[in-house]
Structure formats: C-alpha cells, structure tokens
C-alpha cells in the first residue's frame, strides 16, 4: 500500500502560481512513477503530469510551459509547481502512483490521494 496526502491548494488570482505537494508513505516511493491529474465540477479527469521513476517526465499539452513537476525521493514527496494560471485550471488536484508505463491513463495508477482544491479567479 502506498498512503499520499496532498496539500498546497487554495484561491489564487489568474497569472498567479501555486505549489501542490504529494506526501507518499507506505512502500518505496522511489519505485513508483508519480503523476498528477484534475477534475473539474462535471468534467472528467484529466491527465496533468507525470514523473518517471527515473526523472523522465511529461506533461498534457495544456499545462505545458506553465507547469513542472518534480520529485524528491529523499522525502518522499513529488511536486507540482504551476504558474500563470487560468481560470480553466480551476479544480480538484490528484496525485497518484503507478508502475505502469501508461502514465497519461488514470486507471494504471493504483493509489490516489484524497485531492486538493485550486480555484483560480479571474
């Protein structure tokens, strides 16, 4: 079992940034490729970014060059830090593990966090 606790939501004006982090305990986090995802009221969720075990890493095309993620092994935590944001970033953030290759397909990840809530005014 791996446990992860996201903090670092909250209101924030657009253009603004905000850093989410992703607390993992449990088994070795360092074995785990660890993304992000988002879900908006009535929209599904959607694939935001994704760090390899390695480092290796991707992003959704909309959030690239805003947003960037990274992972810090020795905490055991990975982060996303995002900048400018829109009001369409506006949602409930995810962070998730998985072993899978299929990093974009929220369904390979087997452990989720509980979310945490960004809203973005205009």
């Known amino acids: 079992q791996v446990q992860l606790v996201e903090s670092g939501g909250g209101l924030v004006q657009a253009g603004g940034s905000l850093r989410l982090s992703c607390a993992a305990s449990?088994?070795?986090?360092?074995?785990?490729?660890m993304g992000w995802f988002r879900q908006a009221p009535g929209k599904e969720r959607e694939f935001v970014a994704h760090?390899?075990?390695?480092?290796?890493?991707y992003y959704a095309d909309y959030v690239k060059g805003r947003f960037s993620i990274s992972r810090d092994n020795a905490k055991n935590t990975v982060y996303l830090q995002m900048n400018t944001l829109k009001p369409e970033d506006t949602a409930t953030y995810y962070c998730?593990?998985?072993?899978?290759?299929?990093?974009?397909?929220?369904?390979?990840?087997?452990?989720w966090g509980q979310g945490t809530q960004v809203t973005v005014s205009s």
């Open positions: 998730a593990a998985t072993t899978s290759r299929r990093y974009f397909a929220g369904p390979e990840y087997a452990y």
């Open positions: 449990g088994r070795t986090f360092s074995n785990y490729g």
């Open positions: 760090i390899t075990w390695s480092g290796g890493i």
